[in-house]
């Protein structure tokens, strides 16, 4: 964890209502995909959470949707604008639980940190593949990246406008895995619990005080203990999430 | 070289800043950003007899310039806390530590006080009869003169190695009254404010954003009502007043301490920037120069 300033290199519309953001800055706090850095925004009190979706030494990207008036704010920052960081924040996910053929599947907003981790599955040898749900064709964002990587990418829209109609567990059934990997809407997560057939981790959001563990804020009940999902997640095993 | 020490029933401080209740863990989670030995003191999250999971999130919400928050006590119980939490505290910090007791009967409070006088790693108790998120607890003690008399009256016949500090609701219709009540039953300081009752609602879902439906209203928004009520309670009693609420630089500091504060707590600053407490420490010796200070010893209550 540390606090940093960052510049923004870039900030463009991505899709529809989603926006990348790439920042430079020291990104040595980072240890693991998965991960989620803490935005100061001038005028607002609480600092805006958003994962980690891909990074470099000095460089980093994010990519968020305007759901408020923070990330409406975000939307019309311009390059060379400076943001004050937490960065390195949360666990992350676990690589070495992956096995040999995991599978990713992120919904809507909570894409961008299967990004990161399925370049570097990739990179310790894995053969990754990844469902992306969306809710229509206008929102969809990061498939060509995913497409780019190498590796097999199905898309599920909720109107049938793009790839399977219908929600990302209805492109489970047919797929091959060793483990599970998954972020997106918490009731998009709860069905991938009950249809996955293999271990697994989930990614969960929570309105944050702090995001680094101080405030108990985010706190949720596991099957072994009470935890933060601000420091002792985002991503929780799929063995202690209790519904 | 000016002189940012102060003294609270005896006990020495280096400077007037303490992280407040609630806002720094156990404290030792901060030793990750920076040598925690810098503060004035450490105030540790609200303890109850028995451990407490808290509300259902969200507990936390936004408003203009403040954070409402519906945490609820999370904590592990009084005995792991002393045991387990305060050691690894004390394995890394040498300054004084406060207690901050929360309860739901006046027998809890004189339970978790008792073992916390017991306790060779607490310095100072503070009683916290404000907190506005657990229901049939906390806040209702604190917002009569007579039932924040009894709970003091109560723990001070117990206590006998530490000063008690009484932390005070400002939801209270008359705060001096019962700060004034406090100091009658024995209180050895008070400590004010916790936060305000408070809400917010999600338009787009048109319900509550806090599962608790209520929350506690703190930081800078609260700064000068905090400051006021401080005033007011520095002209009722004689005793020592730790000010809180909404200080986020070292000019609110002393403008703090020119009210009334011997020492204040920083709350949700920490929250927003994990040094906020450092800086403030580090800001007051230039600030203090550029109002021509000397001593903050000299300065409590100085506004009057
Ligand atoms: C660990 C984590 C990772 C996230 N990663 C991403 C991401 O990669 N891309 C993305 O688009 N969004 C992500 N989010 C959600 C994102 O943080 C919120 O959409 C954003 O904070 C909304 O801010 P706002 O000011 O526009 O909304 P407002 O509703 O105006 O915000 C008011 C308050 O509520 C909080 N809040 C509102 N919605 C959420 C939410 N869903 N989760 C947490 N806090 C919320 C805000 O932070 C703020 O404190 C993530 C959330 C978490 C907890
Ligand atoms: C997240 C959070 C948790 C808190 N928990 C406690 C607590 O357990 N006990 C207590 O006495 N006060 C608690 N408080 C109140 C603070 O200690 C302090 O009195 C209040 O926030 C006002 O100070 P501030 O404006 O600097 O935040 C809490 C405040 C926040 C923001
Ligand atoms: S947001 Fe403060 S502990 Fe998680």
Request: proline share 5%.
């Amino acid at each position: 964890m540390k606090k940093e300033l960052f510049e923004i290199i870039s900030n463009d519309i991505a899709a529809e209502n989603i926006f990348k953001m790439e920042l430079s800055g020291d990104t040595s706090a980072i240890t693991a995909p998965g991960q989620f850095i803490n935005i100061e925004l001038q005028g607002y009190f609480l600092r805006r959470p958003f994962s980690v979706c891909d990074w470099e030494d000095y460089k980093l990207t994010i990519y968020y949707k305007v759901v408020g008036k923070g990330t409406a704010e975000m939307s019309c920052m311009k390059p060379c604008e400076s943001l004050d960081v937490l960065i390195g924040l949360g666990n992350g996910y676990n690589l070495a639980a992956s096995g040999d053929r995991p599978l990713l599947i992120g919904g809507g907003a909570g894409i961008p940190p299967l990004f990161g981790l399925a370049k570097r599955l990739i990179e310790e040898r894995k053969q990754p593949e990844v469902i992306l749900g969306f809710n229509t064709y206008m929102e969809m964002f990061l498939v060509e990246e995913f497409q780019n990587l190498g590796i097999k990418t199905t898309i599920t829209t909720a109107d049938g406008s793009h790839g399977t109609k219908g929600f990302v567990t209805d492109a489970m059934a047919d797929k091959n895995y060793s483990y599970i990997y998954t972020c997106g809407p918490e009731a998009m997560l709860k069905a991938v619990y009950e249809k996955s057939i293999s271990s697994g981790e989930f990614s969960f959001e929570e309105r944050m005080g702090c995001g680094f563990g101080a405030c108990m804020g985010c706190t949720c009940r596991t099957k072994y203990g009470n935890k933060r999902i601000c420091k002792d997640g985002p991503v929780l095993r799929k063995e202690e999430i209790i519904w | 070289m000016v002189d940012t020490s102060v003294e609270l029933n005896g006990i020495k401080f280096q400077n007037p800043v303490i992280p407040a209740s609630g806002t720094f863990g156990y404290g030792y989670e901060f030793a990750h950003w920076y040598d925690i030995n810098c503060l004035g003191a450490i105030c540790i999250k609200g303890t109850t007899k028995e451990p407490r999971f808290g509300n259902d999130c969200p507990r936390i919400a936004e408003g203009p310039s403040g954070i409402l928050n519906a945490v609820g006590l999370e904590n592990p119980g009084i005995h792991k806390v002393l045991d387990e939490e305060l050691p690894k505290l004390r394995h890394i910090y040498h300054q004084p530590i406060i207690a901050n007791i929360s309860g739901f009967s006046k027998d809890e409070y004189v339970y978790c006080c008792a073992k916390a006088d017991e306790s060779p790693l607490v310095d100072i108790i503070e009683v916290n009869i404000s907190c506005p998120n657990v229901h049939n607890g906390g806040m209702s003690f604190g917002t009569s003169p007579e039932s924040a008399g009894e709970i003091t009256k109560a723990v001070k016949t117990i206590v006998h190695n530490k000063p008690v500090y009484i932390k005070l609701s400002p939801n209270a219709m008359d705060i001096a009254a019962i700060a004034k009540s406090c100091e009658e039953a024995g209180a050895d300081g008070i400590s004010l404010i916790n936060t305000f009752l408070a809400m917010r609602i999600d338009i787009k879902k048109k319900k509550p954003i806090l599962a608790n439906v209520t929350g506690g209203l703190s930081g800078p928004a609260v700064f000068p009502i905090a400051l006021r009520m401080v005033w007011q309670v520095y002209e009722a009693v004689r005793i020592p007043i730790i000010g809180i609420g909404g200080i986020s630089t070292a000019d609110d500091v002393i403008e703090m301490m020119l009210a009334g504060a011997t020492a204040v707590q920083v709350g949700a600053a920490n929250l927003k920037n994990p040094y906020a407490c450092k800086k403030i420490i580090e800001d007051l010796p230039s600030a203090m120069e550029r109002y021509g200070i000397k001593s903050l010893k000299s300065i409590i209550g100085g506004g009057h």
